[in-house]
């Protein structure tokens, strides 16, 4: 039995780990609006408030958007209660958010706007390139930045092409996302 447990964690991991390929029919080529980038600018520097969830579900709640978590009863009669999370789309902006992360998506974003996007977390958590780390770079990423500084949680951040594939919905039309990833305290 307890030969089977690393082949079938292996099996997981493997099918776990398959990433889909680029859609490029969904990398846009046109930039967004001024006005777009700046709202999704905003959501950025909301984001940045994070592993202070607290700070940033309170914004979101101060820009007028719900808040909420899903409860579930397992089996057992014990309860399964999610961490705090806010999803919404504002004209051509769509956000995903939870206590450790956040998507900022634009319909329209190129990958320039995207990676520009970005660079406020990479400034704000003087995160370093996954190059700098000694780590490959996926070809779903414009770039991607992670560290651990000042003594924070773990920080990824991510500038895609297109639409993230390891997260929720997104529109089947072109345009990007940007994506911040902090560790729980």
């Known amino acids: 039995m307890r030969a089977l447990i690393p082949i079938a964690s292996l099996m997981l991991m493997l099918g776990c780990a398959s990433i889909p390929p680029l859609d490029t029919t969904t990398i846009s080529q046109t930039p967004a609006s001024a006005s777009q980038m700046a709202f999704a600018g905003r959501i950025v520097r909301v984001c940045s408030g994070l592993p202070d969830a607290d700070r940033v579900m309170a914004a979101f709640e101060a820009m007028g958007h719900q808040v ?4 579930m009863i397992m089996g057992g009669g014990e309860e399964l209660v999610s961490p705090r999370q806010v999803s919404f789309e504002r004209g051509d902006v769509i956000v995903q958010a939870s206590e450790t992360d956040c998507y900022v998506g634009v319909k329209g974003m190129t990958p320039e ?5 970005a660079q406020p977390w990479v400034r704000h958590f003087g995160a370093i390139t996954n190059a700098e780390a000694g780590q490959g770079l996926s070809p779903h990423v414009v770039q991607a930045w ?4 000042k003594g924070t949680p773990v920080v990824l951040i991510a500038a895609h092409k297109t639409w993230p594939w390891d997260r929720g919905e997104w529109p089947d039309v072109p345009g ?4 911040l990833w902090v560790s729980p305290r």
């Open 68 to 71: 909420g978590r899903w409860r």
């Open 176 to 179: 990007a996302a940007v994506t």
């Open 146 to 149: 992670g560290g651990r500084p």
């Open 113 to 117: 706007q995207s990676y520009q996007l």
